[in-house]
């Protein structure tokens, strides 16, 4: 009865790989999110995405990119692995119009690049 | 943009009371969320402020002062299990609407 559910939990892979992050959440909610937290915890968002709209931090590159097959799912592609790119990967969602709940985040996954 | 600022870390005594700071300077203020992390875990959310004053969950109290750029979560009869990262994040108005994270507080309580 995961609320929000990402896999895999941990991914070790080699530079210049490409992979893949899969987050579904049966919430029912809006939007959904990926967020990126360095070595010293900061949370940055990486995308924002409902059935009305992407929005990209400019600041990610283009490597990074999400896939949403429907509402519950929003897939992290990742090209060319770096490895500046290991860090924790959160999958999050949220309903527009309730923000009193705030965010869902999922259990995240540990990248790390070799 | 957005500036947040929190302290790094807090220590505290079980059963005590600590009072975390997030000071924030921003174009369009639009909301204001207080999130716990545990250590290898995912936050969760504790509370979202939008309009000045005190909001009580429990042991949780979080403030807001639009006009100061201030907000404080307050944490009651501390536990060992709070031992945890709290994260100030900060919803501006316009773009977006995604709140941008503080780099969180890391609080120890002993016993």
């Known amino acids: 009865d995961t609320a929000v559910s990402q896999t895999p939990k941990y991914l070790v892979t080699q530079m210049g790989n490409d992979k893949s992050i899969k987050c579904e959440q049966n919430?029912?909610?809006?939007?959904m999110y990926w967020y990126k937290q360095d070595s010293k915890k900061f949370l940055k968002i990486m995308f924002s995405?409902?059935?009305?709209?992407?929005?990209i931090n400019e600041t990610v590159p283009n490597r990074f990119s999400p896939k949403s097959p429907d509402k519950a799912h929003l897939n992290l592609h990742i090209n060319s692995l770096e490895l500046g790119d290991s860090a924790v990967y959160f999958c999050?969602?949220?309903?527009?119009?309730?923000?009193?709940?705030?965010?869902?985040f999922g259990s995240g996954t540990r990248l790390t690049v070799v | 943009g957005q500036n947040i600022d929190q302290p790094t870390e807090m220590t505290a005594t079980e059963g005590a009371i600590v009072q975390i700071n997030c000071t924030y300077q921003t174009s369009g203020f639009n909301g204001l969320f207080w999130y716990q992390q545990h250590a290898g875990e995912a936050p969760t959310f504790l509370s979202y402020?939008?309009?000045?004053g005190l909001e009580e969950k429990g042991r949780f109290s979080s403030f807001l002062s639009r006009s100061k750029g201030y907000s404080y979560l307050l944490l009651k009869e501390l536990q060992m299990k709070d031992s945890a990262s709290y994260l100030c994040?900060?919803?501006?108005?316009?773009?977006?609407?995604?709140?941008?994270f503080g780099r969180g507080t890391s609080l120890i309580v002993h016993p």
């Open positions: 402020n939008v309009l000045d």
């Open positions: 995405y409902n059935n009305k709209e992407l929005i």
């Open positions: 919430l029912g909610h809006d939007t």
């Open positions: 994040a900060v919803r501006e108005e316009g773009g977006s609407y995604i709140p941008t």
């Open positions: 999050a969602s949220s309903q527009d119009d309730s923000f009193n709940y705030g965010y869902t």
